[in-house]
T-cell receptor
Framework: GAVVSQHPSRVICKSGTSVKIECRSLDFQATTMFWYRQFPKKSLMLMATSNEGSKATYEQGVEKDKFLINHASLTLSTLTVTSAHPEDSSFYIC?????????????FGPGTRLTVL | DAKTTQPTSMDCAEGRAANLPCNHSTISGNEYVYWYRQIHSQGPQYIIHGLKNNETNEMASLIITEDRKSSTLILPHATLRDTAVYYCIVRATNNAGNMLTFGGGTRLMVKP
């Protein structure tokens, strides 16, 4: 199956700093990537949809100036959490869309656990 | 996209078949049924998807009822490593956002 990687897998930072998370599709090109966040014992919540070469579309309630998304190539999207605060601590997961016949399938990265002190 | 309903949790004995049901009574004709699972502290893993016909791959089988209002994911010989939260999602192929909307899923516990 298609492989999506994320880096780093785990990061601890001080409050007020910025953190960048990378998402890569390793063996396919992804015109669309998605960013989710997941709090403990909760389901995944979509944050934004990222299309290569264009601005990301953010879900309601997600601050675009705080969660900066860049999708500069067909295999790489980045999420930058700016001026991080403890309430931003969460599990961040990306996915990449791979087209296949009449349906397309999203493949997920392993996730990045962010802890803001 | 249509909403799905799944049991909150299920147990299964190791080596036995695990049958996970999903109701999607408001599914539209152009919506596929997707199954993902998430093992603790990992990203979701794609399992299988289908439109009308039953599907099988190396991981599981997907049985969709003729009226498409419900489906069942079958893990033929469950192992301890199959313990995870299983998500049933329906999504239209013409969904411009192509996003997946995750519900609560079913927490499957495979026991020795």
């Amino acid at each position: 199956g298609a492989v999506v990687s994320q880096h780093p897998s785990r990061v601890i930072c001080k409050s007020g700093t910025s953190v960048k998370i990378e998402c890569r599709s390793l063996d396919f090109q992804a015109t669309t990537m998605f960013w989710y966040r997941q709090f403990p014992k909760k389901s995944l919540m979509l944050m934004a949809t990222s299309n290569e070469g264009s601005k990301a579309t953010y879900e309601q309630g997600v601050e675009k100036d705080k969660f900066l998304i860049n999708h500069a190539s067909l295999t790489l999207s980045t999420l930058t959490v700016t001026s991080a605060h403890p309430e931003d601590s969460s599990f961040y997961i990306c996915s990449a869309r791979a087209a296949s016949g009449g349906a397309d399938t999203q493949y997920f990265g392993p996730g990045t656990r962010l802890t803001v002190l | 996209d249509a909403k799905t309903t799944q049991p909150t949790s299920m147990d299964c004995a190791e080596g036995r078949a695990a049958n996970l049901p999903c109701n999607h009574s408001t599914i539209s004709g152009n919506e596929y049924v997707y199954w993902y699972r998430q093992i603790h502290s990992q990203g979701p893993q794609y399992i299988i998807h289908g439109l009308k016909n039953n599907e099988t791959n190396e991981m599981a089988s997907l049985i969709i009822t003729e009226d498409r209002k419900s489906s069942t994911l079958i893990l033929p010989h469950a192992t301890l490593r199959d313990t995870a939260v299983y998500y049933c999602i329906v999504r239209a192929t013409n969904n411009a956002g192509n996003m997946l909307t995750f519900g609560g899923g079913t927490r499957l516990m495979v026991k020795p």
